[in-house]
Antibody
Framework: QVQLVESGGGVVQPGRSLRLSCAAS????????VHWVRQAPGKGLEWVTF????????YYADSVKGRFTISRDNSKSTLYLQMNSLRAEDTAVYYC????????????????WGQGTLVTVSP | SYVLTQPPSVSVAPGQTARITCGGN??????VHWYQQRSGQAPLLVVY???VRPSGISERFSGSNSGNTATLSIIRVEAGDEADYYC??????????FGGGTKLTVL
């Protein structure tokens, strides 16, 4: 069964940095695009960022552009999200989600999701 | 920017049909995906590309999309269908949009 397991969440002060990881198993990560999607407490889903299967294309929501960086290490079957200059409004559960296979667009669908990792930005 | 509008809540009795709408300007020209999120769990894809069910999803779930409205229909609703449902589409490579979500209550 396809598995995505996020880690790295925690409590961090505003302005500081945090790096999230997403470990993939039971499928070939290098064949798929991957996304990060977040959900603030009690709120809806918000797309954050996309990376193509080979890392050549990366796209970001305006709310995180210039502060967050997505990357991947296919040799380790792991996806990363480097989050800098964190703000209170970045507080959310962060999910990694599998996107399309091969050379494809960033529009989804997201067919498998991890269980998420909670990031809390607080003084 | 493009907005997807969902009703905040829908209520239905067991055994009846639930219809959850997702409104957007000419949404019928876009591909729409639907996700179910039970309380405390990660989202689950239930319909993609307007009307396709992923493997393992009950045939009670179906989707349609035309004009300015996409619709997720659930027939013979069960208690286990109670969840939040989100529609999703995209307009450009960096504009992936979710609707605000609809809470389905099974009476």
């Amino acid at each position: 069964q396809v598995q995505l397991v996020e880690s790295g969440g925690g409590v961090v002060q505003p302005g500081r940095s945090l790096r999230l990881s997403c470990a993939a198993s039971q499928f070939t990560l290098s064949s798929y695009a991957v996304h990060w999607v977040r959900q603030a407490p009690g709120k809806g889903l918000e797309w954050v960022t996309f990376i193509s299967h080979d890392g050549s294309n990366k796209y970001y929501a305006d709310s995180v552009k210039g502060r967050f960086t997505i990357s991947r290490d296919n040799s380790k079957s792991t996806l990363y999200l480097q989050m800098n200059s964190l703000r209170a409004e970045d507080t959310a559960v962060y999910y990694c989600a599998r996107g399309c296979r091969g050379d494809c667009h960033s529009g989804g669908p997201f067919d498998y999701w991890g269980q998420g990792t909670l990031v809390t930005v607080s003084p | 920017s493009y907005v997807l509008t969902q009703p905040p809540s829908v209520s239905v009795a067991p055994g009846q049909t639930a219809r959850i709408t997702c409104g957007g300007n000419t949404i019928g020209s876009k591909s729409v995906h639907w996700y179910q999120q039970r309380s405390g769990q990660a989202p689950l894809l239930v319909v993609y590309d307007d009307s396709v069910r992923p493997s393992g999803i009950s045939e009670r779930f179906s989707g349609s999309n035309s004009g300015n409205t996409a619709t997720l229909s659930i027939i013979r609703v069960e208690a286990g269908d109670e969840a939040d449902y989100y529609c999703q589409t995209w307009t450009s490579v960096d504009d992936v949009i979710f609707g605000g979500g609809t809470k389905l209550t099974v009476l």
